[in-house]
């Protein structure tokens, strides 16, 4: 079984899993609580999607509970196949040499074809994004830190390279605005 087909949102999945079985409609629940959408692409039609993929990999198994109400509340438990398969999957060098596309910088290599009311709406718009969510994350990292569980620690030091990173933006946002809208646009 090659990992290379498991997807980041199978990965994330069998991970959560790895902690302790759960069905679809609980482990929907748990990523929106964790706010996963924040660093990969989960919708709950592809949580379904990738349960029912694993469990035909063997990566997961079902596990019997009480009160199951079909499929959406069919627990899986990761097998040990699943952990040797997550495993090999995070130990790829990819993810430490892959660059995401960013689309306010893809934006940017093409302003010059756009008007200054453009670019100005554009670049207000990023600065106050970027403004509510460093307050958003510094608020996860503070209710985020007092919780006991799993990957608090790992969760944590996210939070604050993204806040960093976050920081260091705005400062540069600030730069691209004196540079990019005339004074008299401001």
Do not use: C
């Not at 596990?63 to 790829?92: D, F």
Request: aromatic fraction near 6%; proline fraction near 5%; avoid cysteine.
């Amino acid at each position: 079984m090659a990992s290379t087909v498991l997807t980041p949102a199978d990965l994330v999945i069998l991970a959560v899993l790895a902690e302790g079985a759960r069905h679809g409609y609980d482990l929907n629940a748990e990523l929106e609580r964790r706010d996963v959408s924040d660093w990969v692409s989960v919708s709950r039609p592809q949580v379904y999607y990738s349960l029912r993929k694993l469990a035909d990999r063997g990566l997961l198994a079902p596990v019997v509970s009480e009160g199951s109400g079909g499929p959406e509340r069919q627990a899986y438990a990761v097998t040990e196949t699943g952990r040797s398969e997550l495993a090999l999957a995070l130990g790829r060098e990819d993810w430490a040499t892959a660059r995401p596309h960013q689309p306010f910088v893809t934006w940017l290599a093409m302003a010059a074809h756009t008007d200054e009311a453009s670019r100005k709406r554009v670049i207000e718009a990023r600065l106050a994004f970027v403004e509510g969510t460093i307050e958003r994350e510094r608020h996860t990292l503070e209710t985020f830190a007092a919780q006991p569980g799993p990957m608090v620690q790992e969760a944590s030091l996210m939070i604050e390279l993204t806040i960093g990173q976050l920081e260091y933006e705005r400062g540069w946002l600030q730069r691209v605005r004196a540079l990019l809208i005339p004074k008299k646009a401001k």
